[in-house]
């Protein structure tokens, strides 16, 4: 099978996998520095909490669009990838996943949440060590090169409209999702994404009506 020379589905998963990245960072660092000074106890509270679910339902939809769709998709066309492997390492990525919800869930409740907080980022640390080696592994096997070889453009084409619809469907809320993912990208890379969003999404929704639930994650979104 022929292909383009650059998949969009190589884009598209270099692109959400910048996003967990930058996110799984700010939650580390912001949870530190909420640790160490106690802003935990401040108005960032609220941003941060809003900010650490979407992160997880991102995250979570994510490997789900992988184990439903793209891996089942490629397993008889790259038959030397490891994938039941690479399921099992989104499995405990997810273990860790939970222990985040589970220490936010403490956190947004008590109002001295220092032990919880210390908890989340400890499960945050934990699973990056696990992210970051999958996420090097995974993109070199959807290389976009190997893809070009796997699928043809009308297939590729196909497969992110599949990916980018189920992740959208098992994510939520759209009002802190949305501006959560807009908004951990550099600038050229959020016109470009938010351009294949629906304008009633982008012209009215964000700014309008949205804005005064997102806006609260403000200090840890990319400006
Ligand atoms: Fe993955
Ligand atoms: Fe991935």
Redesign the pocket.
């Known amino acids: 099978m022929s292909g383009a020379d650059t998949s969009s589905l190589t884009n598209a998963?270099v692109r959400?996998?910048s996003v967990?990245n930058r996110s799984l960072e700010v939650i580390k660092d912001s949870g530190r520095v909420f640790a160490d000074e106690g802003a935990y106890r401040g108005p960032l509270r609220p941003g941060f909490i809003a900010y650490v679910r979407s992160f997880a339902s991102v995250l979570y939809a994510?490997?789900l669009s992988?184990d439903r769709i793209?891996f089942p998709y490629f397993r008889d066309r790259l038959p030397e990838t490891p994938f039941d492997l690479m399921r099992a390492q989104h499995e405990k990525i997810v273990s860790w996943l939970y222990v985040v919800q589970e220490e936010l869930d403490e956190m947004e409740y008590d109002p001295h949440p220092s032990e919880s907080l210390a908890l989340l980022i400890d499960a945050a640390f934990n699973l990056g060590q696990l992210w970051y080696p999958?996420?090097v592994h995974?993109?070199k096997v959807?290389n976009a090169r190997a893809l070009a070889n796997a699928v043809t453009p009308e297939e590729d084409r196909l497969l992110i409209k599949l990916m980018t619809d189920h992740c959208l469907a098992n994510s939520g809320p759209d009002y802190l999702v949305v501006p959560f993912i807009l908004y951990s990208l550099p600038p050229e890379e959020r016109i470009s994404m938010a351009q294949k969003l629906p304008p009633e999404i982008t012209r009215l929704l964000l700014p309008g009506p949205w804005k005064q639930k997102w806006e609260v994650m403000a200090p840890f979104l990319s400006a």
């Open positions: 998963q959400i996998h967990i994510h490997l992988e793209v999958h996420i995974e993109e959807f």
